[in-house]
C-alpha cells in the first residue's frame, strides 16, 4: 500500500467556542475506527478520553483533538514513520534529523515531515495554553523527549509552539490493553493539565 492510499483521519476542531485559555489534546496516529469515520479518537478509546475530560470537567468538544500523523499506519504500528539511519539507508530514504531521535535510533522519515510542520501550524493558530501528550509518539513530536514512563504527569515546554505547556500522560490504547489500573493516574494527568489552564 503506498502512503497515499493510507486511510486519513483529520483533526477534530472545537464545537464550543472556548473563551480564555484553551486546551489541545494530541494523539499518535489514528487507529482503524478513526479512519472509517475520519476523525481521532473514536471507539473504545474516544469513549474513555470523552469520559476521562468529563471526569475533570473538560468537554471535548471544546478541545482540539489531533494526532501526530493523520495516516493510518500498516498494522496500527506508528513505526512506520521512522526508521534507523541503517535502515533508512539501505531503503533509499531520507531522515530529518532536525527532529532527534525517536526512542533510542529511530529518526523520522523526511516524507512525514509535513505532518509535524501541520501539526505545528495548526496549534500555532489554535494557540492552546496546554497541550495534553497522549502516548511517547506525541511527546517525542511536541517535546523532543523521549521515555513516557518517566515524563507522564509533568509539565514540559511545547518545542512546536513557543509558550505553550506540554502535559504527556498515557494513550487511552493503553489502559484498554489491561491497565485501567493506570486511570486514577491518567485522570490526575488531565487535572493538572486543566489546573495549568489558570482558569
Same mark, same amino acid.
Given at each position: ?9 483529520? /483533526? +477534530?476542531?472545537?464545537? !464550543? ?13 489514528? #487507529? ?5 469515520? #475520519?476523525?481521532?479518537? @473514536? $471507539? ?18 471544546? =478541545?482540539?483533538?489531533?494526532? @501526530?500523523?493523520? /495516516? ?6 506508528? #513505526? %512506520? ?7 533508512? !539507508? !539501505? ?8 527532529? #532527534? ?6 529518526? *523520522? *522519515?523526511?516524507? /512525514?515531515?509535513?505532518?509535524?510542520? %501541520? *501539526?505545528?501550524?495548526? &496549534? ?26 518517566? &515524563? ?5 515546554? =511545547?518545542?512546536?509552539?513557543?509558550? @505553550? ?5 498515557? %494513550?487511552?490504547? /493503553?489502559?484498554?490493553?489491561? +491497565? ?9 494527568? &488531565? ?6 489552564? $489558570?482558569?
Amino acid at each position: 500500500m503506498t502512503d497515499a492510499a493510507l486511510p486519513f483521519a483529520d /483533526y +477534530q476542531f472545537p464545537t !464550543k467556542t472556548v473563551s480564555g485559555p484553551r486546551l489541545a489534546i494530541v494523539g499518535e496516529a489514528p #487507529g482503524a475506527e478513526e479512519a472509517k469515520q #475520519g476523525k481521532p479518537f @473514536v $471507539g473504545r478509546s474516544g469513549k474513555l478520553l470523552d469520559d476521562s475530560l468529563a471526569a475533570v470537567g473538560i468537554e471535548r468538544a471544546e =478541545c482540539l483533538v489531533a494526532n @501526530v500523523f493523520r /495516516y493510518q499506519p500498516p498494522g496500527n504500528k506508528v #513505526g %512506520h514513520f521512522f526508521a534507523s539511519r541503517a535502515r533508512a !539507508k !539501505k531503503e533509499g530514504r531520507t531522515i530529518d534529523e532536525r527532529w #532527534g531521535a525517536f526512542g533510542t535510533s529511530d529518526r *523520522l *522519515l523526511a516524507e /512525514y515531515t509535513a505532518e509535524i510542520e %501541520h *501539526l505545528r501550524a495548526t &496549534l500555532a493558530a489554535y494557540a492552546p495554553t496546554v497541550i495534553v501528550a497522549l502516548g511517547r509518539t506525541p511527546t517525542w513530536a511536541l517535546t523532543g523527549e523521549n521515555g513516557i514512563l518517566s &515524563l507522564r504527569g509533568t509539565v514540559l515546554p =511545547c518545542r512546536l509552539v513557543e509558550g @505553550v505547556e506540554v502535559v504527556p500522560t498515557f %494513550h487511552p490504547s /493503553y489502559l484498554l490493553r489491561g +491497565q485501567l489500573v493506570d486511570l486514577p493516574v491518567f485522570q490526575a494527568d &488531565l487535572r493538572l493539565a486543566v489546573s495549568r489552564l $489558570g482558569g
